[in-house]
């Protein structure tokens, strides 16, 4: 359902959840980074390890990822780091995210959504208030590459 509202492969999603639990994520990692959201830092949360600067920019971009019952001064870095932390809330992000990279390169002219490396590289680095300029011949980090990996494996855990 989540995939279907910001237009995005499920697999893929899934796959860059994957992804970021098995190579990214852990305890402490998840205190300090829980932590360094509530006191201001820029750091990752919840299971997509959604960035706090980049929910908050995906936010302006996809307004549907504020709950309709969050006011105005529920806005800032600690609710935005507790939606975060929603498993539930943090996947949309994720989705939108996914968005917001392929659809800047196929405005660009580059068709991407069918290269799962080329998009998990993007996700993994790509800033969305200052996002790369697209071009022909993208390479794939470590991360895509995963992402590519188990592009298959979460395609069967969804039996999709």
């Not at 989540?2 to 237009?7: G, S």
């Not at 932590?35 to 549907?64: C, F, M, W």
């Not at 590289?121 to 995963?146: C, I, R």
């Amino acid at each position: 359902m989540t995939a279907k509202e910001f237009d995005t492969d499920p697999v893929l999603v899934g796959a860059m959840i994957y992804q970021e639990q098995s190579t990214n994520v852990n305890f402490i990692d998840t205190l300090t980074d829980t932590i360094g959201g509530v006191i201001g830092l820029n750091t990752s949360a919840g299971i997509g390890q959604v960035r706090v600067d980049t929910a908050h920019v995906l936010e302006e971009k996809y307004p549907s990822l504020v709950p309709p019952s969050v006011v105005s001064s529920d806005r800032g870095d600690f609710a935005r780091v507790e939606r975060l932390k929603d498993p539930f809330l943090n996947i949309r992000y994720v989705a939108a995210k996914v968005n917001f990279d392929v659809a800047h390169w196929r405005d660009a002219g580059f068709d991407i959504v069918d290269q799962p490396d080329i998009v998990g590289t993007l996700y993994n680095a790509q800033d969305v208030e200052h996002p790369l300029t697209p071009h022909a011949n993208p390479k794939a980090n470590e991360f895509g590459m995963g992402v590519n990996e188990n592009y298959e494996r979460v395609r069967e855990l969804l039996e999709l």
